[in-house]
């Protein structure tokens, strides 16, 4: 059973980088053809893709993102990490890692989520 867990800092100030890093058990991060996925849902609002790493290290982010967001990851510790940058409070959201068969922008083709992480940011 493959389990994920997001960690990272909960509280980030206006202009910072928001750092979050997801655990996953279970099941290795490099294996062929796994999609490896960042989620975010602000409050009262839909889940919103954010961007990817494969399992081959390829990364793909959402077009409106994509000057801000990237996302590595530690094969070692079976860890994928992401980085978001220049936050605003419009950043505020729950934050969910996932992982999909294939890479994927839907978020209903993601099958194992981790439990989410609140990230406020606010100075």
């Known amino acids: 059973q493959v389990q994920l867990q997001e960690s990272g800092p909960g509280l980030v100030k206006p202009s910072q980088t928001l750092s979050l890093t997801c655990t996953v058990s279970?099941?290795?991060?490099?294996?062929?053809?796994?999609?490896w996925s960042w989620i975010r849902q602000p409050p009262g609002k839909g889940l919103e893709w954010m961007g990817v790493?494969?399992?081959?290290?390829?990364?793909y982010y959402s077009p409106s993102l994509k000057s801000r967001t990237s996302i590595s990851r530690d094969t070692s510790k079976n860890q994928f990490s992401l980085q978001l940058s220049s936050v605003t409070p419009e950043d505020t959201a729950v934050y969910y890692c996932?992982?999909?068969?294939?890479?994927?922008?839907?978020?209903?083709?993601?099958?194992?989520w981790g439990k989410g992480t609140l990230v406020t940011v606010s100075s």
């Open positions: 279970g099941g290795s991060i490099t294996t062929s053809y796994y999609a």
């Open positions: 790493i494969a399992y081959d290290g390829s990364t």
């Open positions: 996932a992982r999909a068969i294939r890479v994927s922008v839907a978020p209903r083709e993601y099958d194992y």
